[in-house]
């Protein structure tokens, strides 16, 4: 049995006018993914607590059948592990945004989309002046980059109950009241706050401001947490698998639950991704993978720009490029299960992601055919298959448990 898992990130949506009352997935032109709703079924799923962040990390550790309630523990340990970063029983990851912060306002939360090289020489700075044995600086790339805390042996000061706020949430607002709170606390607001004299008058920054760009001003903390203990998925699940994605959030869970990541020349998280080329490159994998897991950033990122004619574009080239020559494949090569969801919603109407039901469609050699004649939130709304916990899924989407629908 081979197994194929699409992830159009971020896809589920609402009604547009603009689109006369219809939602994205409903007005593009999907003829797989509909193919794949009416030779088996659409059902929907719940990948965030109500008490979580809405975000990539919770919603895919959910999608992959871990329960996020139970094992997430933060961004900045998936970020890690995607960068190869082991972390040790008492160490945090943290992130470390380069920011520009000016008159306590978040005027960018990319620092002007700083260079990696521009990033490694200011992270080198804080290094030999804020760091010690326990702090350690990472450069990841641009301003995305990471601080690791070891305990070495002695408990961190942090806890879940440390309180951080993500900068991308500030942006043009002010930062006074979304300092790091809780424990732990004094130490990260420290470390930003002696940011600020370290990078102030680097040579980094001089040549950014005499070159009219935004200054580095200091680093912001955030995402805190220790390494979630993941059990692999092949110890869980019994099946071996892999991923192909584009963003570190994913490689991270990937290599949490054991499995390998396969890089595509031209896939860039972007709307601009070769979404061919990760098609070819899933099916490739088949001869050597039970479960070939394909994400694709394109429709989240088309959601951010509130772009509604990019996100139909973006599924409709995932249909096209990867869903149809996938299914295919898989119907050539003997049994087989392919299941097609969005990791949560990102409605164009606020741009960002939302909590709430996503629809899925299943298909396979034993899959049930229920009514279902497109895959859309309409059809999930009205199917009997309904995963307040969507972690459960995958245990069942493994086993071909649907008989009974829930
Ligand atoms: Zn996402």
């Known amino acids: 049995m081979k197994y194929a898992i699409i992830i159009p990130d971020g896809c589920a949506d609402e009604p547009q006018e603009t689109l006369g009352g219809k939602t994205p997935l409903e007005a593009a032109r999907l003829p797989a993914m509909d193919e794949i709703a009416r030779s088996g079924l659409v059902g929907r799923s719940n990948n965030v607590p109500a008490h979580l962040p809405a975000g990539s990390d919770v919603a895919n550790m959910s999608l992959l059948g871990y329960d ?109 009241d979304d300092y790091p709170r809780g424990p732990g606390s004094d130490l990260l607001n420290e470390l930003m706050e002696r940011s600020s004299a370290v990078f102030g008058g680097h040579a980094v920054n001089e040549a950014r401001r005499a070159g009219g760009k935004l200054p580095a001003t200091n680093i912001w903390l955030w995402g805190l947490g220790k390494a979630p203990r993941l059990d692999a998925f092949t110890s869980r699940y019994g099946k071996t698998g892999k991923m192909i994605t584009a963003v570190d959030l994913l490689r991270g869970l990937a290599r949490l639950v054991g499995w390998d990541v396969i890089e595509v020349p031209g896939a860039t998280g972007y709307l601009d991704t070769d979404y061919a080329a990760k098609g070819r490159a899933a099916i490739d994998a088949l001869a050597t993978t039970d479960v070939i897991c394909v994400h694709i950033e394109a429709p989240d990122e088309a959601s951010h720009e509130g772009n509604v004619a990019e996100k139909i574009r973006a599924l409709e080239a995932i249909d096209e490029h990867i869903v149809a020559p996938l299914y295919a494949a898989l119907r050539a090569q003997g049994p087989y299960r392919i299941l097609v969801s969005p990791d949560h919603p990102t409605p164009i109407r606020t741009k960002t992601h939302s909590h709430g039901f996503v629809p899925f469609a299943i298909a396979g050699s034993d899959i049930p055919v229920d009514s279902s004649q497109s895959y859309d939130e309409p059809t999930a709304t009205r199917s009997k298959h309904n995963y307040p916990e969507g972690w459960r899924l995958m245990d069942e989407f493994i086993r071909g448990n649907f008989s009974e629908p829930r």
């Open 68 to 176: 996020p309630d139970a094992n997430f523990t933060g961004r900045a340990p998936l970020e890690a592990a995607a960068q190869g970063i082991e972390l040790a029983e008492d160490d945090w990851a943290i992130r470390c945004n380069l920011v520009t912060v000016e008159d306590q306002i978040m005027r960018d939360f990319t620092a002007g989309h700083i260079s990696t090289d521009e990033a490694r020489q200011l992270l080198a700075a804080a290094q030999e002046q804020l760091g010690n044995d326990r702090l350690q600086f990472f450069t990841g790339v641009s301003y995305r980059n990471l601080l690791l805390y070891q305990g070495a042996g002695a408990p961190a000061p942090f806890s879940r109950d440390t309180r951080t706020t993500p900068p991308h949430d500030l942006t043009d607002k002010s930062v006074a």
